[in-house]
């Protein structure tokens, strides 16, 4: 660059030339960096509120069961569909049912984290994504999956990303993580795109971080250069703002996520809310489960060959009551169930040491009872599609945890 | 390098305004944050014990709605319950907008920066309910009032305030051998986390000399230290564990408990060198750099040390260190970024005021998530992060400038010609690329935007 002062006519005919050399940057596209460790890919899914796991994977085998939570016959088109003679799934799930047959679409069922007794939103997600024993010793400052991945070699500050507008304290830690949120726009004039550039010159931290964040941009579907005026500007991220409130960016996050992790992304994770159905649990669930469903496929499709390398797990930090109550919800429970999806799993079953629904089986007369801590699942997980040690799962990952036998959850 | 009126508006204050003067000298900015707190009387944002009467109301409410569920009069309830949290959501919007134009029409700069400093050190926030929007409320109250005294005063306020206690599970923390656990046996037991968070993070520091033991005996003092909602604060003997505790080899209480041995031990942390160290180098981290030289915060915790703590004398330190004005300082937080924004384009306290909550989310507070600062909602006690890097990512970078470009339309609507609004924002500290990006700009949204949107801006 020169360093003669710029006039307004120099800077406008240099501009034209760097707007052809930026497009073709090779920095400014995701795709340069390098591999991280592995092959396999792991995506987790936040489910935010407490899911129904009885509502979801319905238990209907179970004699208590229609008692509970009342018949609903499988013969119809949009009913549940049946898994196994004992479990069924939510009507919700039905367009999954394809995955579940090429065994790419699984369930655990009955386990929870070690949170008990409070039934708190807050410190029940805060344990969920710790991935600590307990909350009286106070909380772990990072998450689990970043402690998992400060063992393993190789990482960019690409190998995983955290996705859309909620903390995922999951995945913050000392480890790189990078975030983004495709759901916003970066939408720019061309100029200010260029005088951007410029202004940040100055700063090499804000000028890398401008650079990829117009790569990002441009990679998420809408382009950043933009000729709108600043009204149409302005109107569109409030559109973004409202739309982001209202739900229904999930699709934008998935595709997202899946074009990361075909190029140099091991890991992502983003949540879903909408789960803490108390009253009225039918409206609700169906429309969080048409959303998982719709992410799970929208993931699928998004991710061509790298499918069969990825494993999908969605957790949430705990599930509801067995009985319904009087506004026909549910309310804060203890065990629940874990969904997984993806190539890599060894789908096609419910796994679970089911301990059935008879009052005396369940956990203080009114919830699920654990059978399992659901970390050793993610826990076992993890050992298989990255090779993490079982020593750094129960001491650095999961603190306190013993994880017992494989459930042999990947292929 | 020294005093400069421009960089103290910048790194200790809330910016540079169009129609403020900064002030003219270190001995100017403490004369001001000694006197009355101006801002607060005319920007005021509910006081926790007001915020009470809605939690009062809301468990009024809770106990109908369970009493016979199903029934017309809990389906009533269940209703009121909702408004009740709707309204207090509403109401916390204006107390953000409140915040913001404190922040534009201070000429006490340092007294917002230092609320929201304190306030982050003493992070709490609700976990259900109305509760989840009584974090401002509970700064005005607990923290905004003692920033000028000694850091005892402010630690024992913080500690004892039912928001911290509910925050970090202090309020149901029963001693083990206590009357209550004697009695209920069941779902009764100590909780080690507000203990281990004071001396992890509000007093000695993570790597101060405590142990295990300490922390446990500290809890088991701890024990009594709850609240109720009529009344607010309470100690309940009922809950303490008989006999004395043992903490940093000092021996506290005894029977029956008291409360002010729960004090006496709070003074001794807060005296302590480590804690002195620890504050003092948050502080120096905060306003001047991730990396503060030693000589500044050995300064510093001298003072500390030497006034027994006394908050004003630490700040006179800092302001008047040569190495508190080194060029190049820390990246704002969004909400210094945006209140800086605000007030360098002098935003009318009338138009915010006219702002509904819709449109404080929409323009505001939302774009502030997207940069990384989801408003009074940090991830965990230990508060927002103060490394430069977690704040300049993609996405906050992408965020900050879209927002730069798009918002300040709406903030101004007659936006000042960037040539002029280069000076006005920057002072001093204006470089040629920007005064240059200024001029070149096709639009003054691009323009106004781009200066924002600066690195020179960006700093503090």
């Known amino acids: 660059m020169s360093q003669r002062p710029l006039t307004r006519r120099a800077f406008l005919t240099r501009s034209a030339a760097l707007g052809c050399s930026a497009a073709a940057s090779p920095l400014l596209t995701p795709m340069t960096f390098a591999a991280a460790p592995g092959d396999n890919r792991l995506i987790v899914i936040i489910l935010r509120g407490g899911m129904d796991g009885i509502g979801v994977v319905r238990p209907y085998g179970d004699p208590a069961y229609r008692a509970l939570r009342g018949h609903h016959p499988m013969v119809s088109d949009t009913g549940p569909v049946d898994l196994d003679g004992f479990f069924a799934i939510h009507p919700a799930l039905r367009p999954l049912m394809p995955l579940w047959h090429a065994e790419q679409l699984g369930f655990v069922h009955a386990v929870s984290t070690p949170y008990r007794d409070k039934r708190s939103h807050f410190d029940g997600q805060d344990l969920l994504e710790a991935g600590t024993p307990d909350l009286a010793q106070g909380l772990a400052r990072d998450g689990w999956l970043n402690r998992m991945m400060t063992t393993m070699p190789g990482l960019t500050t690409r190998s995983a990303f955290a996705i859309g507008r909620d903390n995922m304290a999951v995945l913050s830690g000392s480890a790189p993580v990078s975030n983004w949120s495709p759901d916003s726009d970066l939408q720019l004039s061309p100029q200010a795109m260029l005088l951007a550039e410029m202004v940040m010159a100055e700063d090499p931290l804000f000028s890398a971080a401008l650079k990829e964040a117009y790569g990002l941009a441009g990679s998420d579907g809408d382009p950043v250069r933009s000729l709108a005026s600043e009204s149409e500007i302005l109107a569109e991220m409030q559109q973004n703002m409202l739309a982001a409130t209202r739900g229904g960016t999930e699709t934008k996050i998935a595709e997202f996520a899946a074009q990361q992790l075909r190029g140099a992304t091991r890991i992502a994770s983003f949540s879903l809310n909408g789960w803490d159905t108390h009253a009225q649990q039918y409206k609700g669930l169906n429309k969080a489960l048409g959303r998982l469903a719709q992410v799970i496929l929208e993931l699928k499709s998004g991710l061509g060959p790298v499918w069969d390398k990825t494993a999908i797990v969605a957790m949430t930090e705990f599930g509801r009551t067995v009985r319904l109550n009087g506004s026909n919800g549910t309310d804060h429970g203890t065990a629940g169930a874990m969904i997984m999806a993806g190539g890599a799993i060894r789908g096609g079953r419910v796994v679970t040491d089911w301990p059935g629904l008879e009052e005396s089986a369940l956990y203080k007369r009114r919830d699920l009872m654990p059978t399992r801590d659901v970390r050793a699942h993610a826990g076992w997980l993890m050992r298989e599609l990255f090779g993490t040690s079982v020593s750094d799962l129960e001491s650095i990952i999961f603190p306190g945890l013993e994880m017992g036998s494989n459930p042999h959850l990947v292929l | ?460």
């Not at chain 2, 656990?181 to 779902?187: G, L, P, Q, V, Y």
């Not at chain 2, 507070?365 to 103060?386: A, F, T």
């Not at chain 2, 992408?398 to 007659?414: F, H, I, K, Y």
Request: proline residues 6%; positive net charge; contains cysteine.
């Open chain 2, 1 to 460: 390098m020294s005093f400069d009126p421009d960089l103290a508006e910048i790194r200790f204050g809330c910016g540079l305004s169009p129609v403020l003067a900064p002030a003219k000298s270190t001995k100017a900015i403490l004369a001001a944050l000694s006197g009355p707190d101006d801002m607060a009387a005319r920007f005021p944002i509910e006081s926790f014990e007001t915020f009470q009467g809605r939690m009062l109301e809301r468990a009024r409410q809770s106990a109908i709605r369970r009493k016979d569920r199903g029934s017309p009069a809990s389906r009533a309830a269940t209703k009121a319950i909702r408004r009740l949290n709707q309204t207090a959501r509403i109401d916390a919007a204006g107390w953000f907008g409140q915040t913001l134009m404190r922040r534009t029409w201070t000429e006490d700069g340092f007294r917002e920066r230092l609320a929201h400093f304190w306030g982050d050190h003493f992070t709490a926030r609700g976990k259900t309910g109305v509760l989840r929007r009584a974090t401002s409320p509970y700064i005005e109250d607990a923290i905004r009032p003692h920033l000028t005294g000694r850091f005892e005063e402010l630690l024992i306020a913080a500690v004892k305030h039912p928001l911290f206690l509910h925050y970090l599970d202090q309020q149901n923390s029963v001693g083990p051998n206590s009357a209550v656990a004697t009695r209920r046996k069941k779902n009764t037991g100590l909780n080690e986390n507000l203990a281990r968070e004071v001396l992890e993070l509000h007093t000695l520091g993570v790597d101060g000399p405590y142990t295990q033991q300490d922390v446990r005996q500290l809890a088991e003092l701890f024990t009594g230290l709850t609240f109720q909602i009529r009344a607010g604060f309470k100690f309940n003997k009922h809950f303490a564990e008989p006999g004395a505790e043992t903490v940093l080899g000092k021996e506290y209480g005894g029977d029956p408990a008291r409360l002010r041995d729960v004090h006496a031990a709070l003074r001794d942390l807060a005296r302590h060198p480590a804690t002195a160290r620890h504050l003092c180098w948050k502080l120096a981290v905060h306003f001047v750099s991730d990396t503060p030289t030693e000589a500044l915060v050995v300064a510093m915790t001298r003072r500390y040390d030497d006034s027994r703590g006394d908050l004003m004398q630490v700040y006179e330190t800092l302001l008047n260190h040569p190495d508190a004005w080194v060029p190049a300082g820390n990246i704002k937080q969004p909400i210094d970024f945006v209140s800086s924004a605000c007030r360098a384009l002098a935003v009318a306290p009338e138009l915010i005021a006219g702002f509904d909550e819709r449109a404080l989310q929409l323009n505001i507070i939302q774009p502030m998530g997207l940069m990384g600062q989801i408003w009074e909602r940090p991830e965990g006690p230990d508060g927002w992060p103060e490394e430069d890097r977690q704040w300049v990512t993609p996405q906050g970078i992408a965020a900050r400038l879209q927002w730069a470009v798009a918002v300040p339309q709406v903030l101004r609507p007659d936006l000042p010609d960037p040539r002029d609004f280069v000076r006005t924002a920057l002072g001093t500290r204006s470089s040629a690329a920007t005064a240059f990006a200024a001029k070149a700009a096709e639009s003054r949204a691009d323009g106004i935007g781009l200066i924002l949107a600066s690195p020179a801006f960006q700093r503090q």
